[in-house]
């Protein structure tokens, strides 16, 4: 059976990761050929052209600059996902290598996990403003930020399961091979800890981009000047009674693109857990 065919049938079988990853690589390809899709400038100012309705020439409307706000939705797209995708790409290479630390060094695991509550005490959205605030605003800043802030979920989530899988027979097996500690971490505890990991990693990129929407629309987040969907939200907020419109394509797209992260995540669930996955 070809590669095509399994993944045609596994999407079948399993209708969320289906349909979530079509929406994911149409808006992939949206963020790639955002150029090419009848798109303008998203900076270009036109003053003689604001606040026009949605029309044939302006399809989602213009905003209080006379900004086309169908290509400021578009280019947010790619900002958005590049946010959400650098984040979890971070956390991770961060979260997997404190986890295994912590679970494989006692005294290590005593102070890293302390650090790690304290971290996750705060709330999220606060302490991405406080981080923000620490340096000028810019798209790496606020991924810094939001990095930080999830960079302990990964964490927890690796320590947990490596720590459930260390005393495994087969793990014993490996060191009594003469396998080295780090060796059997990526070899065998790595994967076996894969199929949690892909579900939370959706989970993580859709709050990456909502903590990103949210620092955007207080001012604390990516420059006003950069397209991003928080910042068109905030930019429309003010007229929202006489131009829905400014906001409304902008919430559309974090809505659509959130509810995707979240089915993809609850479809992985479905389909990589053993318990649920017993009866099919």
Known sequence: ??????????CLRYPLVGISTLILLALLFVSLFAPFLWTVDPLQISPATRLRPPSLEHWFGTDALGRDIYSRVVYGTRTSLFIGFVVTLVSYAFGIAIGFLSAFNRFADTVLMRIIDGVMSIPSVLLAISLTALAEPGIWIVILAISIIEIPRVTRLVRGMSLA????????????????????????????????????????????????????????????????????????????????????????????????????????????????????
């Not at 059976?1 to 596994?10: D, K, L, N, T």
């Open 1 to 10: 059976m070809s590669m095509i065919s399994r993944i045609f049938g596994f």
């Open 165 to 280: 899988l260390r005393d495994a027979l087969f793990i014993e097996a490996a060191y009594a091979s003469g396998t080295s500690t780090w060796r059997t971490l990526f070899r065998h505890i790595l994967p076996n800890i894969s199929a949690p990991m892909f579900v939370q990693a959706s989970q993580i990129c859709a709050q990456a981009m909502l903590i990103e929407a949210t620092l955007s629309f207080i001012g604390a987040g990516v420059p006003p000047s950069n397209p991003t969907w928080g910042n068109i939200i905030a930019e429309g907020r003010s007229l929202y009674q006489i131009a829905p419109y400014m906001i409304l394509f902008a919430a559309m797209a974090l809505a659509i693109t959130v509810l995707a992260m979240n089915l993809l995540a609850d479809g992985l669930r479905d389909a990589l857990d053993p318990k649920l996955n017993r009866g099919g």
